[in-house]
Structures are given as C-alpha cells and as structure tokens.
C-alpha cells in the first residue's frame, strides 16, 4: 500500500506540473492577437486530439502478470453540435462585441464597424447592425486498437486510433433589422457594379466568401481525421498500479478547405506530428477481485510540423477585418486599371506551424463485477500558430481606394475599415511589408471537457464483447475555440 502511495503521488506531480506549465503558458497573452475578431481563419480542435475517448473502459486494456500477447478493438459513433455561437461569432466579428455583433455604414461619417463603400456599396450608407452566428455539426466514428507485446516486454504496447468525421460548418451572417440585404449579398463575393463608379464593378471574390443561406456555405465535408499511432511501455505493471510513458506519431491524414470561403468545414489539421506521453493509474479500493475503484491520469505533449497554406492578411494600421477593403488595381505603367476587393490581393500562401499541442485528463473508473462507470474531466491546449509569409505582394501593383471612386491613380493610404482618408498627393502602393502576419495567426486556444461514460462487458466469451453510453460537453475558455456536447455509443471486444 505503501509502495502504490507513494508511486501515484510521484505521477500526480508529474502531472500537475505539466498542466500547471501548460496552463501558464497558455494563459499567457504576450503573443496573442489582440482583439480575438475577424480572424481570417478557424482550426477547430481536431478529433484525434481527444485522448479521454481513447482511456474509456480501461479494464479492456489492463492485463498485467501475462505472458501473451493481448488486444482491445472498439469503434465510437457519436454525434456533436456546437453551442453558445453567438458568443463565438465574435471570433468573426469586425467588432469587439462579446455577441458577434457588429455594424455597417457610412465611410464618411465614423458612425459603424465596416464602411459599406468597401463592398461599392454607397458611401453614405446608413448604418445596420448585423450578427454571425457560426454553427458546427458533427458525426464522428472513432476507431481504435490496441495490442499488447508483453512476450518481447512486460507493459510494452502498441495503439491505433483513426477519426471518421462529418462536418457541417455555417457562419450563418444576418442582419438584425430586417433590412441591408445588400450587404449580405456583397459579402457573398459575386462580381456587382461600384456606387459612384459608372461602368466599374468589383470582380468576383476568390477567397473569403460569406454565405448568409443554408446552401450558400460550403456546407459539410466528410474524411478521415489525423490518424494515431502509439508505442507505449507501463514501466510500473502490476494489478494495483501502472505508470507508464509512450512515443506518438500523428498522421497527416486530414484535409486542407479551400479560401474561398471564410469558414469552410474542415477535418482534422492535416499535418505531421511527433509526442510524448505519460499515464498510470492506482486502484484506490477493491473487494472481491471484482469491484474496484481505480484513478487513471494521463498527459501529453506534441509538435505539429509546418506546412503551406493560404491565408488573408489585414493591413496593418487598417484595423481588423481591413483584407476586405476596397482597392484600386494599377496596370504597370502606374495607370488605373481597376477596382478590387482586397481580399484577392491580400490571400498569400504562408508558411503555417503549431509549436505545442497538449491535453491532460483525469478518469475515474468504478468497475462492479461486469458493469463499469467512467468520468472525468480533459483539458486540451494549442499554442499560437506560427506564420512564415512564402508569397508576395506585386510592387506598385494595389493601393486603398477608400471613398475616392475616380479611375486615376488617386489613393487614400490613411483609410481604414471604416472610415475615409484623405486623398494622397502621389500614388501609395501596398506592400508585402504593410501585411499583419501576426493577427492573421491562428489565436491558441484552451478547451475543458467534462465526459460520463457507462459500460457493460460479458466476460464469460473467449473474445469478451462490451458496449456502452457517454456523453461529454467541452467549453472553451475564451472565445477561440468551439463549445459543444455531444453524445457516443462504444462496442468492441478485447482478448487476453
């Protein structure tokens, strides 16, 4: 008793010093963009960066004193929906407004969030209010196994996990007053005629569309999520404890969403990875052999490895959401040759990476003869994407255009979203320079998860089968990361 004491408070301080770490640096803000709004993209947590699924009914996978080798095959439906999306919209919004609300109007009087002349729409539009209200839908069949190679080393293991997933992503943008439909339908990125520019029309948009209808997004996407793979060793192995660390390699088996439009469903984060982790638990009553109590933790660290991807850059000094300003388009003689939404000039492939991944979970199993209930409670964090621009901006290729609606070479550099700038004496071009590359990253982001699992196993089988019920609900603690509930069914078999 002495002994297991003693090495699960060693593993509870391991433990609690990893979180406390991770949380710190979590918390931290030094990095992080500021304001959370208009972020030009959303990584949502991915499935296989949910390490409580794996640990459920642990029994399955607790086989210590053998000397053969064992398995434990399950597979995990469940279904998963987002909640509190208002307060999410407010990663989208143009405002820093805790409800994703934000306002439309004119560009010459200070009076909104988003000038409409952006969209050529009129200059003295009246000012509306509009919301976006992002809404996730998800099925997700998880599937697992794990062996154990206890012949070649006791405790030594090896586990496979592979996520199938279907996503419906919606940003669900409306206005709050019945009215502004034209804005809704500018933001849609279809090619419109400019106000105060006869002849001239804004062309389509290639990247950062906005849908407003059920079928104006992209909608849902379905594949395989990052894969899993674990090779683990419980150095401590025996009936009452173990305590173990592991090696893991994630698969890019994800998906990549196209630009085109700004919240488009996405599956896992397609990238390769490498982690450490630790786990162990005690059993902190028994009777009988057959009813126990037990306490599982386990934590681990990973390096997600960087690879290209597009993404829409602000300007800096033009305030959030300025991607979408409306730009003048020179022929290379410094002649006026168009009228451009910035969102297709200002969309660069970029060097994209995650320094840390980390998740810590706390289960506590309660087995009574061939029932089992689990419970516990997650904590997942991700670092600040790091960006490395790869592409260019063409030299004296764009300028803002802000309110001037002439078709000569006149700018307005000190435009900003939302408001007029006074006409410059000479051209200003943009530049790769004027790119704010830190607040297009990916904010980091910190979720909690509560889940409840029970299970039934028939022991009396050469290949015992069990199924069970959970659900789970996750919170982000701010809002740059999805809160959502869901509910799961788990069958499989195991053999020892």
Known sequence: MKNRIVSFSLFTYIFCTHAADSLISSSSSANQPDPVMAQPAFIDRPESARQYRYMLFPNARKHPGIDNFWFDLWVMPGGYGSFNNSEFGRYFSFADSRDGEFTVGSITTPNSDFAAAQLGLSPTFPSRPFR????????????GLTIGLDPILDGL??????????????????????????????????AHSIDGAPGQTIPPWEHGRIGSKKNADPCSEWGVSD???????????????????????????????????????????????????????VVVWEKDAINEIAIYLDTYYSFLFPRIERRSFDLCNHGRGSRYMLLKEFNDDGTFNSFVNGINALTLQADSGFHWQVEGTVLINMTFDEWSIDFGYNIYGRGQESLCLVGSIPENRFGIAGSNRATDATTQSTAVLAFQGADDP???????????????????????????????????????????????????????????????????????
């Open 426 to 496: 000479a051209p200003v071009f943009i530049t790769t320079h004027d790119l704010n590359i830190h607040n297009a990253a990916t904010p980091r982001t910190v979720q909690h998860t509560f889940f409840l699992y029970a299970n039934r196993v028939w022991e009396d089988h050469d290949f015992p089968p069990y199924v069970g019920f959970g659900a789970e609900v996750s919170f982000s603690s701010d809002h740059t990361g999805l809160d959502q509930g869901g509910i799961f069914v788990r069958g499989g078999v195991f053999y020892s």
């Open 227 to 281: 894969a899993i793979a674990d090779l683990g060793w419980h150095i401590v192995n025996n009936e009452h404890e173990q305590f173990g660390v592991r090696l893991r390699i994630i698969f890019p088996s994800g998906d990549t969403p196209s630009t085109l439009f700004w919240f488009p469903p996405r599956i896992g984060m397609n990238r390769w990875g490498v982690g450490v982790g630790f786990d162990g638990n």
């Open 132 to 143: 976006f209200k992002p809404i996730v839908h998800k099925f997700v069949l998880n599937t």
């Open 157 to 190: 293991y090896l586990a496979g996990y592979v996520p199938i997933e279907w996503v419906r992503y919606r940003l669900k943008f409306k206005t709050l007053d019945e009215q502004g439909g034209e804005v809704i339908q500018a933001f849609k990125g279809g």
